[in-house]
């Protein structure tokens, strides 16, 4: 089935640099979406971004998405230590009612 | 509001045992289902409801039922426990759908033996 797939697989930075994370996919998507998990908790929803739409801001959170290259990008600008975790992107597909997460990035960030 | 609860938070099991896990929701979603995550594979879609009483299987069913018979609640029953079932397994609820913003429990991690 088709997934997302991140990259990096895994990620370390300091603390004040800035962390990018990747996610293509395979086929149209309604909508993107990007999650979080900490450490042995439940994933927890950052950001929707729609077929149409380009680029969505949250706090420190940047998202863009490109169709034409199947893919998207999260932006993490001046991390912190307190956002290490790992890092799924989910697809809805088109024509279909399910999400497919992929396997993730894990993100590292160094007092 | 409480969100998204799940219990037990650690189960261990031995081959053939049956349980179930329980999920509840307190934010009135129309739409709950339960994922299994596994090492290396991201989170896969077990089973599915659009409400009460209408369950859906996803993509991988086996060795699983669910029933709906309220809003709130969503249980999950393993009939016969198995090893391949050793998994930490989340519940969640969402407002518009399967495709919208889902919402996690904090998961349980099961151990079948």
């Known amino acids: 089935s088709q997934q997302g797939e991140e990259d990096p697989q895994a990620l370390s930075i300091q603390e004040g640099e800035n962390a990018t994370m990747n996610c293509s996919y395979k086929t149209s998507i309604n909508n993107l979406q990007w999650y979080r998990q900490n450490s042995g908790r439940g994933l927890v929803h950052l950001i929707l971004?729609?077929?149409?739409?380009r680029e969505k801001h949250s706090g420190r959170l940047r998202v863009t998405l490109d169709t034409s290259k199947k893919s998207s990008s999260l932006l993490i600008t001046a991390s912190r230590a307190a956002d290490t975790a790992s890092y799924f992107c989910?697809?809805?597909?088109?024509?279909?009612?399910?999400?497919?997460f992929g396997t993730g990035t894990r993100l590292q960030v160094f007092p | 509001n409480a969100g998204v609860t799940q219990t037990p938070k650690f189960q261990v099991l031995k081959t053939g045992q049956s349980m179930t896990l329980q999920c509840a929701q307190d934010m009135n979603h129309e739409y709950m289902s339960w994922y299994r995550q596994d090492p290396g594979m991201g989170l896969r879609l077990i089973h599915y409801s659009v409400g009460a009483g209408i369950t859906d299987q996803g993509e991988v069913p086996n060795g699983y039922n669910v029933s709906r018979s309220t809003t709130e609640d969503f249980p999950l029953r393993l009939l016969s426990a198995a090893p391949s079932q050793t998994s930490v397994y989340f519940c969640?609820?969402?407002?518009?759908?399967?495709?919208?913003?889902?919402?996690f429990g904090p998961g349980t991690r099961l151990t079948v033996l």
């Open positions: 969640a609820s969402s407002y518009g759908g399967n495709t919208d913003t889902q919402y």
């Open positions: 971004i729609r077929s149409n739409e």
């Open positions: 989910a697809t809805a597909p088109s024509r279909t009612d399910k999400l497919i």
